[in-house]
């Protein structure tokens, strides 16, 4: 995200334009890669914007987030990162007081959940723009510092700057929503629809998908119609790829924001993996001391493949818990 970095770290990055590149027909499709937030900590922000993501979600809407601790983790992001990696936050609504806070901190990005109709959608847009562009968002005169962090290219100004930069997620979660995507994707300044699955699902009458299930055909479809609204508006799509299967879930290649994980997922994973590789440490130590018993390999962790107490690494697979089936290294987690 460097090349799209605005002048000042205190402004949003051009979000809006690299949304554009991903649809580029010259190029062909290309992909961001993000991750979601739902520990609002500034420590968590800071380690995951080091870690080469395009972008971080904070999601403001199940997170217990307040307006300070909003705009730290915003711009501890943008900060940390030195402009490589851009904040996106995910709102509880277009009402919400966290909006104004997230615009004025330089997110680069506003998610808006639950929109179903274009209505909405032009509402949600409009509260992220200045008059001057259409929009009834209030220009703050504290978040920048004039001749400082105000600053803009020759013949623009902050004002539009931001107008032009922040992206616009119209989060698409129900039937209603579906049967009125094409005109929500087609409202001036929507710059992405985000795929929410887990309510679009249950608004099809359908439950959470289980470890190993394949998709409902009923959902399979509001996917093929997702993705024909983003080939007739140019408009990419995101979604979440840690609770997939890349054998059955092919149409992930069709959406171009791919949020990769998440640190609450990430702490689960890790947890769990650690704790199996304690027990069976342990059970092979006690194994290892009843007497007449030979025991394969080492207790240095390079022939049985565990870690040795001196620290090094070990290997342990383990399935997603949250059934995308996949395996991971737990060095990773």
């Known amino acids: 995200m460097l ?15 690299a949304l554009r590149q991903t649809m580029d027909p010259s190029t062909g499709p290309s992909y961001l890669y993000g991750s979601i ?4 900590h500034t420590m968590v922000a800071r380690t995951i914007a ?14 217990a987030l307040d307006a300070e601790n909003l705009v730290r983790i915003i711009q501890t992001i943008n900060f940390c990162s030195e402009g490589k990696t851009v904040a996106v936050v995910r709102v509880p609504s277009a009402h919400s ?21 274009p209505e909405q959608a032009a509402e949600a847009v409009s509260k992220c723009r200045y008059a001057s562009s259409g929009g009834c968002r209030s220009l703050s005169p504290c978040a920048l510092v004039p001749g400082i962090t105000d600053i803009a290219p020759p013949g623009s100004s902050h004002d539009r700057v931001a107008d032009a930069h922040i992206a616009v997620f119209c989060q698409i979660e ?24 887990g309510d679009l699902r249950l608004s099809l009458g359908l439950a959470a998908r289980k470890i190993g299930e394949r998709d409902d055909p009923r959902f399979l479809a509001a996917i093929e119609h997702l993705i024909g609204v983003r080939d007739r508006h140019r408009k990419p799509l995101m979604t979440v790829i840690f609770k997939i299967s890349a054998e059955e879930d092919t149409w992930v290649k069709h959406f ?17 993996s650690d704790l199996d590789w304690a027990k069976n440490l342990t ?3 006690l194994e290892a001391q009843k007497p007449g018993i030979a025991v394969k390999g080492n207790m240095n962790g390079h022939s049985n493949g565990y870690e040795s107490v001196n ?9 997603n818990v949250n059934g995308g089936g996949h395996s991971v290294d737990k060095g990773t987690a």
């Open 174 to 197: 129900s039937q209603l929503a579906l049967d009125n995507a094409d005109a929500i994707a087609a409202t001036p300044g929507v710059a992405s629809l985000m795929l929410g699955p």
């Open 50 to 63: 080091v870690m080469g993501m395009d972008f971080v979600m904070v999601d403001a809407l199940h997170t």
């Open 37 to 40: 937030m739902a520990f609002p």
């Open 256 to 272: 171009n924001l791919l949020l990769t994980t998440a640190d609450f997922i990430n702490v689960v994973r890790g947890h769990q």
């Open 3 to 17: 090349p799209y970095r605005a002048a000042s770290l205190f402004q949003p990055s051009n979000l809006a334009h």
């Open 97 to 117: 007081d966290l909006l104004t806070h997230a615009l004025d901190a330089g997110a680069a990005g506003i998610i808006f959940p639950h929109i179903d109709t």
């Open 311 to 319: 620290g090094s690494r070990h290997t342990n697979e383990y399935e």
């Open 283 to 285: 059970a092979h130590m």
